[in-house]
């Protein structure tokens, strides 16, 4: 059974850090890209970033490039979404998803996290 698991998701004041992790079992993770979504309530799901198979690419959002890092350890089957600077707008419940696909679309990733929530005060 594939299972995708976020944690790290706390209250944070604006120009605080977080780290959101991602553990994942039941699949062959190094064969799967990585993406990081955001969503709040009444609105579609947001790409935040995208990491490939090995670690070796990654993408951002115009929206947080610069300030948020995407890595992951294939060691631990594990993915990371670092977070600096953070601000009010970046509040959201984040989610971590695996594709064979290389792709922004949510549409296209086959396994996903149930989530984890984000609030970042002013």
């Known amino acids: 059974q594939v299972r995708l698991t976020e944690s790290g998701g706390t209250l944070v004041q604006a120009g605080g850090s977080l780290r959101l992790s991602c553990e994942a079992s039941?699949?062959?993770?190094?064969?799967?890209?990585v993406g990081w979504f955001r969503q709040n309530p009444g609105k579609s799901r947001e790409y935040v970033a995208l990491i490939s198979g090995n670690g070796d690419t990654t993408y951002y959002s115009a929206s947080v490039e610069g300030r948020f890092s995407v890595s992951r350890d294939g060691a631990k089957n594990m993915a990371y979404l670092q977070m600096n600077s953070l601000k009010p707008e970046d509040t959201a419940t984040y989610y971590c998803a695996a594709s064979w696909l290389w792709t922004v679309d949510a549409d296209k990733y086959d396994h996903w996290g149930q989530g984890t929530q984000v609030t970042v005060s002013s």
């Open positions: 039941g699949l062959t993770f190094s064969k799967f890209a």
